[in-house]
């Protein structure tokens, strides 16, 4: 069957940043060990990429957690709100996509940095749907996610192509019959495209 959509991550393949523990303006300001901070992220993060806690709560326990020495919360917020950029080479080859295909954002994410994103970046321009764990309450590579995604996207899995930076993310994917890509870089995305025939619009109208 013909691929009519194609479903991207964020994190790591749309968007540079991904997560709190690699952060060194974070780990620098606050004076918490890469160690520390990723301790108190493996405790967290599950519950704030599924909606369970709020963004305010995972702020206030990782500075509890990490042993911070100062717990300014909004501090917090505004430097990690300063990380995340998103790779202009994907934004080109999404842009060049439109038109020819239903684009879909597939994503582990808290809801609060979700939404700054979107709105900063405007990446509602590029996709047509957004869907996020913090808002199924669940998270890849749980199958529950990914039958979210199909009830969302209203299409068959075999017309769909899925993109992530995870192997085991594809996994599912592939159970459920769809294209999957491991993202390694643009340059081998867009030849694993070519390979499976994937139309773009010509650079001059990106």
């Known amino acids: 069957m013909a691929i009519t959509t194609i479903i991207s991550d964020l994190g790591g393949v749309v968007m540079t940043n991904d997560g709190v523990r690699n952060n ?9 060990s890469s160690e520390e901070a990723s301790k108190a992220w493996e405790v967290l993060w599950p519950g704030y990429r599924t909606g369970k806690i709020t963004e305010e709560q995972f702020w ?10 100062e717990a300014d919360i909004e501090q917090a917020k505004q430097i990690y709100r300063e990380s995340p950029m998103p790779s202009k080479p994907m934004l080109t080859i999404l842009e060049r996509l ?3 295909y239903k684009l879909a ?3 582990d994410a808290g809801k609060e940095w979700l939404a700054f994103e979107v709105e900063k970046f405007r990446l509602d321009r590029y996709f047509e749907v957004i869907v996020s764990s913090s808002d199924a309450g669940f998270a890849k590579p ?9 009830e969302r996207l209203g299409v068959e899995p075999e017309n769909c192509l899925f993109i992530d930076d995870k192997p085991a993310n594809l996994v599912p ?3 459920l019959g769809m294209s999957t890509i491991l993202f390694r870089g643009v340059a081998e995305l867009e030849t ?3 390979r499976l025939g994937i139309k773009y619009k010509s650079k001059d109208k990106s």
């Open 192 to 194: 694993e495209l070519g």
């Open 98 to 100: 439109k038109g020819h």
């Open 24 to 32: 060194t303006r974070i780990l620098g300001y606050f004076r918490v």
């Open 142 to 150: 749980d199958p529950r996610f990914y039958f979210v995604l199909m």
């Open 60 to 69: 206030t326990e990782f500075l509890k957690l990490t042993g911070a020495k």
């Open 173 to 175: 994917a592939r159970q």
């Open 105 to 107: 954002a597939f994503t």
